[in-house]
């Protein structure tokens, strides 16, 4: 590296050179560029002392470039059994125009590296940033499993045209009755994902009591629901987004209902065998969600294994849609026109050759984040 040029840890006195940094790299209505959402994403967990942090890129006083990495914690099958691991997830890569073709961006992805026992990304460029990742030696999946299900037909059918009805799974019935959220324990949820993923040998973030704290209980971006099955098949995490007008000024009485994680208690659900009880319960959730003014519900996964217990709660994968020659559901419902690309994951992490068992949701990355504030930094969707 040129010797004018430095690399270091993010500190909390950089933050106001980060935010124009941001602003001025990504745009002005970026929402990282609002500190509470920025500190929480990447305060991430099971790192209290703030030893993985990420990196900023500095010639002379003058901030050019960012490494962002949310720290956590990685549950690694191995010989000798299941391993919990420190790593992270690489976010926002940026570095000023002017001092690109000098190897910097590869100092400072390296420099990441070096802090992390577990990589891994999603939703990357792949124009830009997923060449070097494969350069690197990660694993990588071009586009995760996208499952959709229709809620509403006749409203799907207005708001984003005929397609809808057809991504509609004839196999979508009513459930016996829908089933609310609740109030949760984050080390309920932990020791039913103990029980099952961990259990099962499931590659993935290690979700503990400090994950769910962090990522979904104390999110200052959005209001997470958790149903928790009462039968005990398991709990789901979702959010309800809502819709904007075709102008963008008003929002609609419409929702999408977006699932997070799906976490079924038996470990054999995770290695592949059939799982009704689950099944039927996700059919409430989405019941609920049908009452609320949900119009679709959709979720992202690595791995395909749950691809037969949506299909029973009425789920169609977006993949199959496509090969079929039927446009699925945009990917951002307030997006505008451009339906939005896949979601691709990385992962480079001992043992892990491919992504059949391995556990990766949208949420894990910057994927589930705010994209858009209103003028008091308020969020809207």
Request: aromatic content about 12%; glycine content about 12%.
């Amino acid at each position: 590296m040129p010797g004018h040029f430095c690399l270091r840890p993010y500190a909390e006195s950089d933050w106001v050179a980060l935010r124009a940094f941001i602003l001025c790299q990504w745009g002005t209505a970026h929402p990282m560029a609002t500190r509470r959402l920025f500190d929480w994403q990447f305060q991430g967990f099971g790192h209290p002392g703030g030893g993985i942090r990420s990196i900023l890129l500095f010639r002379g006083e003058d901030l050019v470039g960012f490494r962002g990495i949310i720290p956590g914690l990685y549950q690694v099958p191995s010989p000798r059994g299941m391993q919990v691991l420190h790593g992270g997830s690489l976010a926002m890569w940026m570095l000023r125009g002017d001092c690109r073709g000098k190897g910097l961006g590869q100092a400072m992805h390296r420099a990441a590296e070096n802090l992390l026992q577990v990589v891994t990304g999603a939703g990357s460029n792949p124009e830009t940033s997923v060449p070097i990742y494969l350069q690197n030696g990660f694993r990588f999946l071009e586009s995760m499993n996208r499952y959709l299900a229709v809620l509403d037909p006749e409203a799907c059918i207005a708001r984003f045209g005929k397609q809808s009805a057809e991504a509609h799974s004839p196999a979508r019935r009513k459930a016996r009755e829908p089933l609310a959220p609740t109030g949760v324990d984050a080390a309920v949820l932990a020791e039913i994902w103990k029980r099952s993923a961990f259990e099962a040998g499931f590659f993935s973030l290690y979700r503990n009591e400090g994950f769910w704290r962090w990522r979904i209980l104390e999110s200052p971006g959005f209001r997470y629901e958790t149903f928790v099955d009462p039968e005990g098949s398991g709990f789901v995490v979702a959010r309800l987004e809502p819709l904007l007008s075709r102008e963008g000024d008003a929002f609609l009485p419409s929702r999408v209902l977006r699932l997070i994680d799906l976490v079924p208690a038996r470990p054999s659900t995770w290695l592949g065998a059939e799982d009704a009880p689950f099944a039927r319960f996700l059919g409430r959730c989405l019941d609920w969600a049908g009452e609320r003014g949900c119009i679709a519900a959709d979720f992202h996964c690595a791995s395909g294994i749950f691809g037969p217990i949506l299909a029973r709660a009425g789920f169609t994968r977006e993949q199959d849609l496509l090969k079929g020659g039927i446009p699925p559901l945009p990917r951002f419902f307030n997006g505008g026109p451009n339906p939005g690309r896949p979601i691709n994951a990385l992962v480079k992490a001992p043992g892990v050759d491919s992504f059949e068992w391995v556990y990766m949701v949208k949420s894990d990355n910057d994927m589930d984040r705010p994209r858009r504030l209103d003028e008091n930094g308020q969020v809207l969707y």
